[in-house]
C-alpha cells in the first residue's frame, strides 16, 4: 500500500489502515523517541501518543509532506517537549533541595542508558556516546539522531525539522565537531 493511499484511508477512518499503520511504522518511531530520550519506557509511552495524534489529527494532514515525514516531526515534537518537562522537573527538584533541609526530593540524575542494539562489549563506550549526544544543542541533538541512528537523508531530516538543507548540513556539522571535541577528551583520558 503507497502513502497516499494510506492517507485516504486513514482519512476515512479506516481501522484496518490505522492497524496497518502502526504495524509498519511502530518501530521507526519507537526508535527516533528512543533515540532522543535514551528511556525505553518513555519512549514505549511516547510512541503511542504519536499514534494516538496522527489518529486524531490525520484529517488535518495536509500532505505537504510524506505521511511518514509528518510522523517524525511529531515524535521529534513529543520526545523534545517531553525532555524539557523534565528537565523543569529536575530544576525545581534541585531548588526545592537547596531551600529545604528535610527536603525528600529524589535527586533526578539521569539513568545509564545504552541503546538495545549496543553489544555488551561496547556498553561503556556507547553510554558515553549517548550522554555526548545528549549534550548537544537540541537541533543539534535531533538532526544528528535522526540521521545517525534512524538513516534519514539530510533532505528528509529538513522536512521533519522545517529547516533548508544548508541549515541541516550545518547542524549536522557542529554536532559532529561537539561529539570529536566531547568524546576526544573522554578517550584521552581514558585509553
Known sequence: MT???????????????????????????????????????????????????????????KEEAKLSTWMYRIAMTKSLDHLRSKKRKKRFAFVTSLFSETSNTPRYDPPEFVHPGVQLENKEAAAWLFKAIDALPENQKTAFTLHKIEGLSYTEIGEVMNLSLPSIESLMFRAKQNLKQTLGTYYKNNF
Open 3 to 61: 502513502e497516499p493511499e494510506l492517507t485516504a484511508l486513514l482519512k476515512q477512518g479506516d481501522g484496518k489502515a490505522f492497524e496497518y499503520l502502526v504495524k509498519t511504522y511502530q518501530g521507526r518511531i519507537y526508535n527516533a523517541c528512543l533515540g532522543v530520550l535514551h528511556s525505553e519506557e518513555d519512549a514505549e509511552d511516547l510512541a503511542q501518543e504519536v499514534f494516538m495524534e496522527v489518529y486524531r489529527s490525520i484529517s488535518g494532514f
